[in-house]
């Protein structure tokens, strides 16, 4: 028996990895190059798209667990993005086009994988994973909704701008990451009052680019705001979010300034960098005088502009199981962003959940539903569960797991805690895995 898996984005490549290494064999279906998204670039698989970083490396952040589990459940893409890896502080980025290249060039070599390039109008019969992603075509969105018997949410994602880093003026901007950990990786544009004030008022009076009827009165994620909406909530909001310079000191001058802008190395020759937390929905001309008014950045050479784009996710309360089968088909799952699960590192996870749950369907097994201890587990059973009445997309975040006890003297103590909560739900996955 054969598993179609709709997409090779992250949660589809990982998916179609996962069956094809128990032996299964998968029909993988990618719409790109016969048609596009609007936001992809290539035709390759697993492509980034916004920002080039899967967040914190560190198992005492929420998304560094949610890594780390990914390893323990045997993830294949996890790997490959740490072997693309470009110096990022604390943080696992990696270098966009590498990634993509080895990911395609494994699905490619893999006897067990079909590639078939077409677009998929309707959920297809047999065993199937839908992984189709926020960006699925309208056809196929159709053939969703009348699948789950209800309306699609919808929210926007904003993509940030990409400078040369040889057009970046040393001279103002400095190296470093915050609090000196780890190393010196980001480029730093510092500003004084004056220049914030300035940059600000550029930004919240630049002229956006229109959103067509159909997008109007969708919902943003709350993670993922264009920078102009953040603006919009008042003049200190960016100095307390992505422009925050807390942190940072110039070892040249030895001040902390008024407001910082950060830029992360998007490849791995070092000679392209995106804007941190600068995601966008301005019009281009408007871009370029914004980031022109950066100290540092008056004579950038912008090689991509921030644009915007409408993503696209199921009820999955109403409609998945935490094993990530729907509850109306049994043959039928869904992975990725599609889920409500927001994030690259989420959305492999998922993928990785749904390819070993398919796997097992095919073979006759027990589908798996992960601790509830676990982040994977437990982001899961979130946005599985019927409760929620006002359901939004999410990340891996400490909120999701059971809580720790600590000694009431440190009750205080956030790191410890997350330690601790870490290290339970390693030890829980491996547990899990055992009794299998």
Known sequence: MEVKVIGAGLAGSEAALQLAKRGIKVKLYEMRPVKTTGAHVTDKFAEFVCSNSLGSADCSNASGLLKKEMQVLGGELINIAYSCAVPAGGALAIDREAFSQKVTDRILSEENIEVVREEITKIPDGVVIMASGPLTSE???NSIKEFTQSEHLHFFDAIAPIVEYDSIDFDKAF????YDKGEASYIN???????????????INAPKIELKTFEKGAKFFESCLPIEVLASRGVDTLR????????LVDKRTGIENYAVVQLRQDNSAKTLYNLVGFQ??????????????????????IVRYGVMHRNTFINSPKILNATLQTRKRKDLFFAGQITG???YTESIASGLLSGINAARYVSGMELIELPPETMLGALTHYISDENHTKFQPINSNWGLVPPVVLPKKERKNKKLKAEMIS???VSCLEDFLKAL
């Not at 307390?240 to 942190?247: A, L, N, R, T, Y």
Request: aromatic share 8%; proline share 7%; net charge neutral.
């Open 341 to 343: 699960t927001e994030g």
């Open 189 to 203: 544009c510092p500003m004084n009052k004056e220049e914030y004030e300035r940059f600000y008022d550029i930004l």
């Open 175 to 178: 190296m470093a990451s915050r």
């Open 240 to 247: 307390f979010g992505p422009m925050k310079p807390v942190g």
């Open 280 to 301: 966008t929905n301005l019009k281009w001309g408007a871009q370029k005088e914004l980031l022109h008014s950066i100290p540092g950045l008056e004579n950038a050479n």
């Open 423 to 425: 290290s339970r739900s």
């Open 139 to 141: 056809a196929l969105a």
